[in-house]
């Protein structure tokens, strides 16, 4: 029987590494990936991650379409593995100034191949008000927004108990979905998530690859069912 829980928080025992990653390392990072999605015959990428302005740069001069953000969370994210979401202190505002900064440099850069969005990064590591100020922002901007939703059992553990509602759920109550949203994972859903979803139009950004390593994957067959429009990622 898969633990479900062992698995998920594989995800969050990575982001120590992510300490590591500076802007230059960032930039031959995105250089990799950007020549493998075009290997592969991919010539558009929907980006956030840390160093994003590495990652605009990497995509324009190879010639990719791309929407790119810069990762927007409040807590530390080296502590989700012990469930400790303690905020740090004027994390979240700087990072959002850097997204803003971010599209004001890049957005339309490669003759309007380079499109800059918003990206909270998780339902659990974006409190509601700071996601009710990114999704304003956004609109502000009329810029897209990027966000991963139901990835782990953690992650719904957390918003039931915080917020008292599902991911999905939350993503409504913050405006998030009322943006230009990709909703990025979707595994953990009910079936009113799912419902949700599909009524409002959401595009979800399913990720196999990544799941399937972990023992689990979203449902794809109820999401197609209900006319979701789901798209397949590597």
């Given at each position: ?7 998920a928080?594989d995800?969050?025992?990575?982001q120590?590494?992510?300490?590591f ?37 990497a995509?324009e001069e ?16 080296q ?25 004001e440099?890049?957005?339309g ?15 659990d590591?974006v ?18 927004v ?27 109550e913050t405006?998030?979905a ?14 009113n998530?799912v ?28 999401v197609?069912y209900?006319?979701l429009?789901a798209?397949?990622?590597?």
């Amino acid at each position: 029987t898969l633990d479900r829980s062992s698995a998920a928080s594989d995800v969050y025992k990575r982001q120590p590494m992510e300490r590591f990653i500076t802007r230059e390392s960032m930039y031959s990072i995105s250089m990799l990936g950007a020549m493998e999605a075009v290997k592969f015959g991919s010539t558009f990428i929907d980006d956030l991650y840390h160093f994003p302005e590495s990652t605009a740069r990497a995509a324009e001069e190879l010639g990719l379409r791309g929407i790119i953000a810069q990762k927007i969370y409040d807590p530390d994210l080296q502590n989700l593995h012990d469930n400790d979401y303690s905020s740090v202190p004027g994390q979240a505002a700087q990072k959002l100034q850097a997204n803003v900064d971010l599209y004001e440099t890049f957005n339309g850069r490669g003759n309007g191949r380079i499109e800059i969005g918003f990206a909270p990064h998780a339902t659990d590591t974006v409190p509601i008000a700071l996601a009710k100020e990114i999704a304003a922002t956004a609109g502000k901007y009329h810029a897209p927004v990027h966000t991963h939703v139901a990835q782990t059992p953690q992650e719904i553990a957390h918003d039931r108990e915080a917020y008292g509602m599902t991911p999905v759920e939350y993503l409504f109550e913050t405006g998030l979905a009322q943006q230009k949203l990709i909703a990025a994972h979707c595994v953990c859903v009910t079936e009113n998530d799912v419902r949700l979803l599909a009524e409002n139009k959401v595009h979800v950004a399913h990720c196999p690859e990544v799941f399937f390593k972990a023992g689990y994957f979203a449902p794809v067959d109820p999401v197609s069912y209900t006319h979701l429009r789901a798209h397949e990622t590597k």
